[in-house]
Each structure stands twice: as C-alpha cells, then as structure tokens.
C-alpha cells in the first residue's frame, strides 16, 4: 500500500479506476480539512506549479515548512496521520508538535509547527455557520472534531494543547461527501457554527478519528475573525523573505477596462470595515515580509452600489512607517495613512473590489488600526 501511494502522489494525480484499488485496503486512508484550509493544503495550493507540478512555495511560511521538510510533505498533503492515533490527543502528540501530528507519522510534517504569523489563512465570523469541507482522497467511516483556540493563544508560539478550548465546538460523525476519492476535489461536507465572541487570529484544530481502525488525522487551520466570508490570503501571491528587489509599479499607463466582477479569492487579516450592504468597505492582509519591513496589500470592496471614488484611512499599530505605495495616492500624519483611489481606480462596480498596495518600514503589522472606508 505505501509503495504505490508514493507512486500516486509523486505522479500527483490518481485515476478512479486506481482509487477504488486503494480505498478497500485496511492501510491508511487520506485526507485533510480544505474549508477552513488546513496549513498542508493551502500550502499545497500555494506552492504546486500547474504547469510542472513541481512545488515552489510563495508564502514565506509554506517556503520555510518546504525547506525543512523538502517538497515531499506537500506532494503528501493530506497524511497528515498517525497510524496508532486512535484519536488521542494531549499526552500523545507533544506540544508544539499539534500541526505536524507530532513524529510518528508515515512523513516529515514538522515544518509546519512552525510559529509563524504569516501562514495562509481563512477569514470567517464568529458565530456564523459555515460549511466546513475535508478531502476523502481515501473514503472511511469517522469522527470528525474541531476545536479552536484559546484567546491567549498567539501565532507567535507553536500550539500547545492547553492553547485550545478544552471541548470541541463542533463534531460530526460520517458526514455526506462529493466527489472522490482519490482528487483533490472530493470532499466531506457539513455545517458548523462557528464559536461566538472570538475575534482576530486563531487556530481551528481539527481531528479525524477513523472508526474502522486506530488510524487518526490532525489538522491546523490558520483562521482570522474579522467579519470575513471564507476568503482566504496568503495564497499564490508572495510571501517571500526578502523585500521585492525592483520598485512596484505605480499607476498603469491606461486604466482597466472593466472592474472585476467577482469577489477576492483572498482575503485579508484586518476588515472589513465600512458599510458592506452600500458604501465601501476596506481589508487589509500582509502579503511578504523580512527584517525591518513588509509588504501589504488593501482590498476596497463596494457593496451593493456602484462606488464611484473612495477613501481608505488607519492607523499603525506601532512605529511603523510609510515607505512606498501603489494604485492609490497617500498621505501620512503621524501614524495616520490617508488614501485616496487613483485616477483610474475609484469606480468599483457592486459588489466587486480594486485593490492598492503598501511597502512599510518597521516591525511587520499583522493588522492596522481604524481602519475605514468612505465612498465618494
């Protein structure tokens, strides 16, 4: 059974025909949580080239989860698994080694312990109910929980286990499923709600405990609680370790034909703030990183009229500084950023967005403060 996987997932792909081989066996299944996005999935999305297949990372912490594991761990994505689980959790798998499923496991996951606040994330709102998806590559009976973290916790130290909620806040047991197995698109599906009064960075844990064997998955999804839909950041965009070595370019030489109009597939870690219902609202996510300064890129979403020209204004949370901006002209007071849409940007058509970009000098500012959106 372990040669031929290592057979599929270096091809990177599985016929049914072969998939219906794999299912039936009592070795290891497959799978990891996609909605919100477990770190070896969307790193996995992040890094895989489509043209090549190879895996070269643009997040700078998928980047650095690859380099100590090496590209074969997102070849593997969704074993994350420990074949002798049988669904425990503290006492077993040892702190700061929760993401990874500790050691024992058929791979090397342990760059993914990696305390870091720049792995790709999912933006949700608390109390609200989502529909949470996990990938049933191999199909078996199971109980699947969720836990959330503390609010104590924070991205800058590896999860321990007294960081999560002692209950889970949701469980289900052998949820419906489309598609699969043996893709990356079929899934198990269910509704969850989400716990209330949570608000910015967190950890959805997740547990998949087979019921027809020990074999047991764990899973870190990075979330943020900030009003968002489901969108996610960090993806293909960056998030690289050196700042960009050429300038950004400013206004283009002509405007954009049309505005887009779907929603961002990213979303970001401050927002929205604004009138989401009319009006405009404005998102902030950090895109790249590197000692002594970032990058950031703004989202101005209209809602469901048309906005014709906008404003977007914060405050940095420390000292940082303004050092360079895109697609918008600023100005600063203090620790006050002023922007308004340039000449060829402000009409945002409903529910669609432009987006404008920042280069700053100082600690990196996961958020920014007071944030707001005026349409003009």
């Known amino acids: 059974m372990k040669r031929r996987f290592l057979i599929y997932a270096v091809a990177g792909i599985v016929a049914a025909g072969l998939a219906a081989v794999v299912a039936p066996t009592a070795a290891q299944a497959h799978g990891a949580i996609q909605v919100p ?38 070849y593997n994505w969704f074993a994350v698994l420990r074949s002798d689980g049988a669904g425990r959790m503290a006492g077993f798998i ?9 050691t024992g496991g058929p791979y090397d996951f342990s760059g993914f312990n990696l305390a870091r606040n720049d792995w790709p994330v999912t933006h949700l709102t608390s109390g609200r109910t989502i529909e949470v998806k996990y990938n049933n590559w191999a199909r078996h009976p199971g109980t699947f929980r969720l836990y959330i973290t503390k609010d104590s916790w924070s991205p800058t130290r590896a999860l321990a286990w007294n960081d999560l909620e002692p209950t889970a806040f949701d469980s289900v047991t052998n949820p419906a499923e489309r598609g699969g197995p043996g893709t990356d698109d079929g899934h198990y599906y269910w509704n969850a709600t989400l716990p209330s009064g949570k608000s910015g960075r967190h950890l959805i844990y997740s547990v998949w405990q087979r019921s027809d064997s020990n074999e047991t998955f764990y899973n870190c999804s990075d ?68 000692s002594g300064g970032f990058q950031a890129e703004l989202m101005v979403h209209a809602g469901a009229t048309a906005v014709r020209n906008w404003e977007v204004s914060f405050t940095w949370p420390g000292s940082q500084t303004l050092q360079q901006l895109w697609s918008g002209q600023a100005t600063t007071t203090g620790s006050l950023v002023t922007v308004k849409n340039a000449s060829w940007n402000g009409s945002i058509a409903p529910n669609s967005y432009v987006t404008f970009g920042l280069l700053a000098n100082g600690a990196t500012a996961p958020s920014v403060n007071n944030l707001t959106c005026t349409a003009g």
């Open 94 to 102: 040892p702190d700061g080694e929760l993401c990874s499923g500790g």
């Open 37 to 74: 996005g477990g770190r070896t999935w969307l790193c996995y999305q992040d890094g895989r080239n489509p043209n090549t297949g190879a895996i070269e990372p643009k997040n700078a912490a998928c980047a650095a989860a690859i380099a100590k594991n090496g590209p074969n761990a997102l």
């Open 223 to 290: 979330v943020v609680f900030d009003g968002g839909n489901g969108e996610v950041t960090g993806v293909g965009g960056g998030g690289t370790t050196t700042p960009p070595t050429t300038t950004p370019t400013t206004n283009p030489t002509t405007p954009p034909t049309t505005s887009p109009t779907t929603g961002p597939t990213t979303g970001p870690t401050t927002g929205p703030t604004g009138n989401p219902s009319g009006g405009c609202s404005a998102m902030y996510n950090i895109t790249s990183a590197w």
